[in-house]
């Protein structure tokens, strides 16, 4: 198994940055493909962004494309969201998880239930 525990969450303007981190432990994060998930209040997780084990292939949805950039470091077992340009309507619940099968950048897996381990969740909150 592998925990995940993600920090950088909080407050921030309209137009500025944040970079989340997600801390794995119990397991080496090369063995995982990592996603960064976002959930509003009453809504699904979406799929924001998700990075290969060697973090050679990246998938990006398409609100955030240009804005927002995954990043893992497996010796330092975390996986990074630098999140740029910020619009309200980014503010969410993010949460990081780790998928133990494949990834394809073209065809996903792209839904919550494809991944097996989660973190607790970080608030983004964007004033405008």
């Known amino acids: 198994q592998v925990q995940l525990v993600e920090s950088g969450g909080g407050l921030v303007q309209a137009g500025g940055s944040l970079r989340l981190s997600c801390a794995a432990s119990g397991r080496t994060l090369s063995s995982y493909v990592m996603g960064w998930f976002r959930q509003a209040p009453g809504k699904g997780r979406e799929l924001v962004a998700a990075i290969g084990r060697s973090g050679g292939s990246t998938y990006y949805a398409d609100s955030v494309k240009g804005r927002f950039t995954i990043s893992r470091d497996n010796a330092k077992n975390t996986v990074y969201l630098q999140m740029n340009s910020l619009k309200p309507e980014d503010a969410d619940v993010y949460s990081c998880?780790?998928?133990?099968?494949?990834?394809?950048?073209?065809?996903?897996?792209?839904?919550?239930?494809?991944?097996?381990?989660w973190g607790q969740g970080t608030q983004v909150t964007v004033s405008s």
């Open positions: 998880a780790a998928r133990g099968g494949g990834f394809s950048t073209t065809y996903g897996p792209r839904s919550d239930r494809a991944y097996d381990y």
